[in-house]
């Protein structure tokens, strides 16, 4: 299994990123994926998820109304679109893949986990 990410960068508070995943070495459609974050001296926190076929999505209450995630299975990626960012967006973010069957927002229910990619909300 392998997760690349990429997307981040520095951002205004207000301004938009859009991160995208790419998947490799399983059957992307068959499952959940997800997109945690860690900032500096705090715990990893996951903040959107997006079942099998896209059609039911999970948000953290900090990102809900502000970031979207989708998929695209027939080109094994991911995404998260970021709006109206603020400076506690800052942190390193993760795409995640599920275990079988799992979905939601539970650090848990996922097993692989990519490099991450910085974002950087600052004027």
């Known amino acids: 299994v392998q997760l690349v990410e990429s997307g981040g960068g520095l951002a205004q508070p207000g301004g938009s990123l859009r991160l995208s995943c790419a998947a490799s070495?399983?059957?992307?459609?068959?499952?959940?994926v997800g997109w945690a974050r860690q900032a500096p001296g705090e715990e990893r926190e996951f903040v959107a998820a997006i079942a099998w076929r896209g059609g039911n999505t999970y948000y953290s209450d900090s990102v809900k109304g502000r970031f979207t995630i989708s998929r695209d299975n027939a080109k094994n990626t991911l995404f998260l679109q970021m709006n109206s960012l603020k400076p506690e967006d800052t942190a390193l973010y993760y795409c995640?893949?599920?275990?079988?069957?799992?979905?939601?927002?539970?650090?848990?229910?996922?097993?692989?986990w990519g490099q991450g990619t910085q974002v950087t909300v600052s004027s």
């Open positions: 070495g399983f059957t992307f459609r068959d499952y959940a």
């Open positions: 995640a893949k599920a275990k079988p069957l799992r979905l939601g927002l539970r650090m848990n229910d996922y097993d692989y």
